[in-house]
């Protein structure tokens, strides 16, 4: 695929409307090309934050709260000196539904949008001209090198009966909290495994492992030992789950 003809399908891509075979040729184009992998990236960030200002625009006013409390309590006030009990239960139950919805709404965005922001520094990384800062694909060189950088450590696997390479590390940020981003390749693909210091109610990843796609990147995300791991790619799910499961072999040794 050329320049000219990725270009021609840049909305489609940000659309997920390629097929297969495109999306292949596609993603192989943006590893070999910096400059449509830059452009790319910033149609995606464009339609994410057109997505969020209509979220925003959107969100319950002042007025529809007050319009809701008023539908709860009747209009007729005279109706509730003989059946006030069963409204109270509905307007109970109704005020429940409401915040479990706003509350379950909320954490489905603020997930969406923290694996927005690591994906896009997944595919910032993979276009840079030095993706990482500790060129090695020695576990013993790139760990000691993070000292004194971030304020943990972890350890590495050892991947030499493993079909995964090391390729090196670069101290991230997410959050406004110093991390690891470890970058690992597996036939053509490349994998980001981001290591940051768990912190309650500011990394909003489910606890224990799941797996999402969105554009044709997989994510799979855990906690150990206090600290939160997620990893990032457009490698295949069973890949990403299999580096997951050597990096948690040795997380908490």
């Known amino acids: 695929m050329t320049c000219k003809e990725l270009q021609s399908k840049l909305e489609p891509y940000v659309d997920d409307e390629l097929s297969a075979g495109e999306l292949t040729e596609f993603d192989a184009h943006l ?3 910096v400059g449509c992998a830059t452009e790319a990236l910033g149609r995606l960030q464009m339609k994410r934050m057109t ?3 209509a979220v925003e625009r959107y969100s319950p006013t002042q007025e529809f709260r007050l319009q809701m409390e008023q539908t709860i ?3 007729r006030r005279a109706a509730w000196s003989t059946v006030w009990i069963p409204k109270l239960a509905l307007a109970a139950v109704l005020a429940v539904l409401l915040v479990a919805s706003v509350m379950v ?4 965005r ?5 694996f927005a922001e690591l994906t896009d ?3 910032a990384t993979l276009a840079s001209a030095n993706p990482v800062d500790v060129v090695s694909t020695d576990r013993h060189t790139v760990k000691p090198w993070f000292a004194g950088k971030i304020p943990f450590t972890f350890n590495l696997p050892e991947l030499q009966n493993s079909q995964f390479t090391l390729d090196g590390g670069r101290v991230a940020y ?3 909290s110093p991390g690891a981003e470890l970058l690992f390749n597996i036939r053509k693909h490349r994998l980001s495994v981001f290591i940051f210091q768990e912190q309650r109610g500011e990394m909003p990843f489910p606890t224990g492992t799941s797996t999402s796609t969105k554009l044709a990147f997989h994510m799979e995300s855990w906690s150990e030992g206090g600290l939160r791991y997620v990893i990032v ?3 295949p799910a069973a890949d990403v789950h299999a580096l997951s499961e050597l990096m948690r072999s040795v997380a908490g040794s």
């Open 174 to 176: 997410f959050q406004h």
């Open 110 to 114: 603020e997930r969406a949008r923290a």
């Open 105 to 108: 709404w909320v954490d489905r």
């Open 73 to 75: 309590r009747g209009k």
């Open 233 to 235: 790619s457009d490698a």
């Open 51 to 53: 997505r969020a200002a």
């Open 31 to 33: 590893r070999e090309c």
């Open 121 to 123: 520094m997944h595919v």
